[in-house]
């Protein structure tokens, strides 16, 4: 054999490689969406009631620093900090309030009696 039917013989034998592990990648990129698809669908088919709906988000973000100017061409910068809220607007579609559709709110009371095992409690309102 001369070197031209050695040299197409590699090149193909290379470009069936790598087209094998392109057809892989892709088929296993496909089966993974496919079942991720399915697992979804099916927590959604056993949640047919909607209890309440998101009618708006909101991200506020904010940063703040304190500079430090120590001499004219040394730049500190102190205290450095952000921060983002969050604020969930929803609307409660159900007509009675029951365990279920209801909103639960906790809030933190700090008791100045340290010496009860229990002086941080939490307080659930409904």
């Known amino acids: 054999m001369n070197k031209k039917k050695i040299t197409l013989i590699i ?7 790598v087209l094998f592990f392109l057809f892989n990648l892709v ?3 496909y089966i993974s969406k496919r079942n991720f698809e399915s697992s979804i669908l099916s927590f959604a088919d056993k949640n047919q009631t909607t ?3 998101i009618n708006k988000i909101l991200f ?3 940063c703040d ?3 430090k100017n120590i001499s004219a061409n040394n730049y500190t ?3 450095l900090y952000q921060y983002t809220d969050i604020a969930l607007f929803i609307t409660n579609n159900a007509e009675e309030n029951t365990l279920e559709n ?3 709110k906790s ?3 700090k008791h100045k009696n340290k010496q009860n095992a229990n002086w941080w409690r939490t307080k659930t309102i409904l």
Do not use: P
Not at 11 to 17: A, K, S
């Open 11 to 17: 090149v193909y034998t290379f470009l069936i490689i």
């Open 27 to 29: 088929f296993n990129k």
């Open 51 to 53: 209890i309440f709906e």
């Open 60 to 62: 506020f973000s904010n």
């Open 65 to 67: 620093a304190k500079n």
């Open 77 to 79: 910068i102190e205290n």
């Open 102 to 104: 209801t909103l639960k």
């Open 107 to 109: 809030i933190n009371w």
